[in-house]
């Protein structure tokens, strides 16, 4: 096949007409044509340097029918958080399911599951599953080193785990968020080559000094793009783009085409932007996506200027998967996996015994990871401590998923609900059930419809429940992608109508049970202090 467009050469950082000429998946030569016809613009895919795709709540084959629309050819894909709850087996899921379409997963070996000792996990993966995992050709690197102060402290397994990677010759992925100075150098030292957890220009930049590429992270809960992009002007080689965690709604709409706008609209240089988005995540991966060279894979966009980057085309491996924001990636039947054993609980089981009305507080920030912990006043009633809803500061619960156990509750600041409850199972790293909610009644609601369908994301409100059921390992659909969407959408609306200000409620809700995001997170065993990596009290005393 042939092709005529302006054909972008960002390593010789040119522009001129082309004919690009295609056949059996790789491209066989590119010529200069002489032509005053307007043309498209030919560049090679986008690539996403580091993503969760159980966070888009589609399993691989419908996240790939999504991307593709916005220029995507390839993910470096983290499957850490259907690890977590389905162990190698949940990997290997990954696999196979992203196999059935033409897109390129690059998958790595999750490094922490689970993440900490301080929840309960559904699996665990171990030096000698990681082992396992790296000699398989399938695997491409360790993926995000979350133990930091293991790695800083150079602890026994965190040293192991990174020596196996390094023994097969494959990067390992970094996961540091605030780390600067003498810290960063000590984590850098260890092993780890990326992060994409940086959220000031000066960590960030500590860490590049270190030989650190940093993956500038824009995704439906976590926006550091405007902190950080600044960072391309005397870097370019060292910055990739990501997403990290997508949700459906948002990759409806776009991908990683979205940030090459912003950053040319900002006055980056055009070409940094380009290696940036499709070039500098195939050489420190090593992946076989095509750079739009003769005799590479012909993994390829066509998109209408180098300003808003719309996409016109999409090729991978030479084959057309999306024209004009339709995909044309069929569905497949998708099989069901999933870990999910509890009974349904009593509004009683979320009452907390009140030692005082201060308590120490999850501040909740839009568009960031990190919460602060601050002090609030609850109030009290029959000796059992409430919602604040004056004070916006409302009940959070957790609930082992696994098995039966009691619900640990705490407090939160900034979710804004005036009635009723959110809730999901879409909870990092170890995906128990997280609900935030004006009281024990609406809480327990929300909490048992997700129990009932084994995963999903719900929001009760009044006599108004919903429900996005997920399946499978109760964090992803095997339904269409754009219906999951417009469903996500809807509970996401009626989050909003019950009073959240939040960007994307659900997805922040699913990182309050980060433990190795400081300061203050909540597990399914109790409050925890993410600074000194401890258990702490809910009450001031």
Known sequence: MIIHAQFVDILARKIYPAEVAFENGRILQITPIETTESLPY?????IDAHVHVESSMLVPSEFARLAVCHGTVATISDPHEIANVCGIEGVDYMIENGKQVPFKFYFGAPSCVPATPFETA???????????????????????????????????????????????????DGHAPGLKGELAEKYVSAGPSTDHECFTYEEALDKVKLGMKIAIREGSAAKNFEALIDLIDDYPEMIMFCSDDKHPDNLAISHINELAARAVAKGKDVFDVLKASCLTPISHYSLKVGQLRADDPADFILVKDLKDFQVLATYIDGEKVAENGRTLIYPIKNEIINNFDTDLKNPEDF???????????????????????ISGEILEKDGFAESNLKKDILKIAVVNRYQNAEPVVAFIKNFGLKNGAIASSVGHDSHNIISVGVNDESICKAVNLIIQAKGGVSAVSGDRDEILPLPVGGIMSASDGYEVAAAYTRIDKLAKEMGSNLNSPFMTLSFMALLVIPDLKLSDKGLFDGQKFEFTDIFLF
């Open 42 to 46: 030919i560049l090679p895919g986008f």
């Open 122 to 172: 559904g699996a665990e993966v171990n030096a000698k599953d990681i082992e396992n995992l790296m000699s398989r050709p399938e695997i491409h690197y360790l993926a995000e080193m979350m133990n930091w102060p293991g790695t800083v402290n150079r602890d026994p397994l965190v040293m192991e785990k990174i020596k196996i990677a390094q023994k097969y010759g494959k990067p390992v």
């Open 351 to 373: 009452k907390l015994k009140s030692k005082g009305n201060q308590v120490r507080v999850i501040e909740a920030l839009d568009g960031q990871l990190i919460t602060p912990e």
